[in-house]
């Protein structure tokens, strides 16, 4: 009998194993759902009622809650607006799942509603602001008035030595910065300085920008500046850069104007002139010439000198001091090379002129005293052979020891040496009828007097 009532109690008894969920069921399912004291489905929909009626373009919204399942209907102006309804929802006690039905309006009137009504909005801040907008309108036009008289009393700057060039570069960052104050001022009326940092950084980012790609602009107008203050030529100066050479015409902010002996004009950048090596020909007035003339070996080279030197000092337009002089540059196999040097005083004597005719009258004077300027020679050695007894030997070449220089050796003509202002006149004529800057001291005086 026992036996028989605890089989009936086995069998009586629940399956654990079917009451007890599978292993690692729990780790996939999400929050379990309460359902204990849960809110009721119309505490929920009015819940979500009272706030969307506060939310501007959520009015009309209608909701309906089953079961905790929200359902959202009706339409709105713009998709943020159905985004954040649905967040609303999803974040209501009770809310088991949200379903949003929500619709944009598709006419035209509809999409500029929100358009117009941020447009009447800032028409509407606008005029309450229109009396600061004004009063910061007037601080910038008076700083930049300000600033503009300020940039035209270049008097002390020029006063202190500065440059033209140097005197407008001042000038406008005075203008520059006396016209941020005033910037500055109306934003800080208009509560708008936040606004400076970001306007500070873009201009940096932009500044960097610029700065590489004018990168060449920016060197040719500080070589600009460099060279207007320290003045290394004038108008008119005669110089060279590198293999370029030329009268200096003008300065520009850019570059340099140079007119060759051609006539053609010459643009060299400003930063090519600071940084190559220059020679300026016109600073002193006085300037040595020189050429080399080959003459025999067989000649007495004192002779030869003295005979130079006397020919110079006849010339037209050659100094007296410095006076000519005569070196021997170089001893080859047939000729021996010297080196004729003397000096003209360029403001009364032209440089090349002056060199030619050096060059003409030397010659002249060797060919009158039979001074040989002799070409390559090459020297030939033969076997020797018998000579009959009755031959006379060949007279040797008697060398040339000794040469007379006379009072008249060299015939001196008369021939125009002086100075050449053929460039000079030209230079003169491009200052009058050009009007491109000219930031050289005199630059401008000197177009107005010949333009007088």
């Not at 379990?32 to 959520?58: K, W």
């Not at 399942?69 to 967040?87: F, H, I, R, S």
């Not at 909005?121 to 601080?139: C, F, G, K």
Request: with cysteine.
């Amino acid at each position: 009998m026992k036996a028989l009532l605890l089989a009936l109690l086995v069998c009586c008894l629940p399956d654990n194993s079917m009451a007890m969920p599978a292993q690692g069921e729990n780790d996939s399912q999400t929050a379990a759902i309460q359902v204990i004291n849960a809110p009721q489905d119309e505490a929920i929909a009015a819940r979500f009622r009272a706030i969307s009626a506060a939310i501007a373009g959520m009015e009309t919204v209608e909701v309906n809650v089953q079961a905790g399942v929200l359902t959202l209907k009706g339409e709105v102006n713009t998709a943020q607006l159905k985004t954040a309804a649905a967040d609303i929802a999803n974040r209501l006690q009770g809310v088991v799942h949200v379903q949003n039905q929500l619709q944009e309006p598709v006419a035209l009137r509809s999409r500029l509603a929100p358009a117009v009504d941020k447009f009447g909005e800032m028409l509407t801040n606008t005029v309450q602001m229109l009396p600061l907008l004004l009063l910061a309108l007037l601080s910038i036009v008076l700083f930049w008035l300000a600033g503009s008289w300020l940039s035209q009393r270049g008097a002390l700057l020029r006063r202190l030595g500065l440059s033209e060039l140097a005197t407008n570069l001042g000038m406008r960052f005075v203008r520059l910065i006396i016209t941020s104050i005033g910037i500055l001022i109306a934003l800080e009326l208009l509560d708008a300085t936040a606004l400076v940092s970001a306007v500070l950084g873009v201009a940096g980012v932009i500044g960097i920008a610029l700065g590489f790609a004018f990168r060449n602009i920016v060197e040719n107008y500080l070589a600009g500046v460099l060279l207007s203050t320290r003045n290394p030529f004038a108008i008119g100066d005669f110089i060279q850069v590198d293999s370029m050479s030329g009268s200096v015409v003008r300065l520009t902010s850019r570059d340099t104007v140079l007119m060759t002996l051609d006539g053609n004009h010459l643009r060299i950048p400003n930063s090519q002139i600071i940084t190559s090596p220059m020679t300026n020909f016109s600073r002193n007035p006085l300037r040595r010439f020189e050429f080399s003339v080959g003459v025999s070996v067989d000649l007495d080279l004192v002779v030869v000198r003295q005979l130079a030197i006397a020919t110079l000092q006849q010339m037209t337009g050659i100094l007296a001091d410095p006076r000519p002089r005569v070196l021997v540059q170089e001893l080859g196999d047939s000729t021996v090379t010297v080196r004729v040097l003397a000096w003209v005083d360029q403001r009364d004597t032209d440089f090349l002129k002056a060199r030619s005719e050096a060059i003409r009258l030397v010659k002249a004077a060797f060919d009158k005293a039979g001074i040989e300027m002799p070409e390559p020679i090459y020297r030939i050695h033969m076997a020797e052979m018998p000579v009959a007894a009755d031959h006379a030997a060949a007279p040797t070449a008697k060398a040339l020891t000794a040469i007379d220089v006379p009072a008249s050796a060299t015939s001196i003509a008369t021939v125009d040496v002086s100075a050449d202002t053929t460039i000079e006149q030209q230079v003169q004529d491009d200052l009058q009828h050009s009007e491109e800057e000219n930031l050289l001291p005199g630059g401008k005086a000197a177009a107005k007097t010949t333009k007088s």
